[in-house]
C-alpha cells in the first residue's frame, strides 16, 4: 500500500526552511554572523526576499557595524549576496 499526499507543506514551516538555509549560507561566508537572527523584509520584485544580518564586531581598538543581505527569489534561490565590509 502506498500513501500519496497532495497536501502543500504548511507555509511557516517551508519560511523557517528558507530562513535557516539562507543562515547556514550566511555563517559559512562570513563566520562572525554565527547566532545572528536576520530581519526578513520583501524584496523589489514580485516574490523575492530580503534577509538582512547585522552585528557588531570587535576589532580590539573599536568596533565596526557589518551588515550582509540575501535576496532569494520565490523558489527560495539565493540570487545575491551583499556584505558592507
Same mark, same amino acid.
Given at each position: ?17 528558507? !530562513? ?40 580590539? !581598538? ?24
Amino acid at each position: 500500500m502506498s500513501y500519496v499526499s497532495n497536501l502543500s507543506p504548511c507555509p511557516a514551516l517551508v519560511a523557517d526552511a528558507l !530562513a535557516q538555509r539562507v543562515t547556514s549560507h550566511v555563517v559559512k561566508r562570513f563566520p562572525y554572523m554565527r547566532g545572528v537572527t536576520p530581519r526578513k523584509a520583501p524584496g523589489q520584485s514580485t516574490g523575492q526576499e530580503v534577509f538582512t544580518f547585522r552585528t557588531l564586531v570587535d576589532l580590539g !581598538a573599536g568596533r565596526m557595524v557589518c551588515v550582509v543581505r540575501v535576496v532569494v527569489d520565490a523558489d527560495g534561490h539565493i540570487l545575491r549576496t551583499i556584505s558592507s565590509h
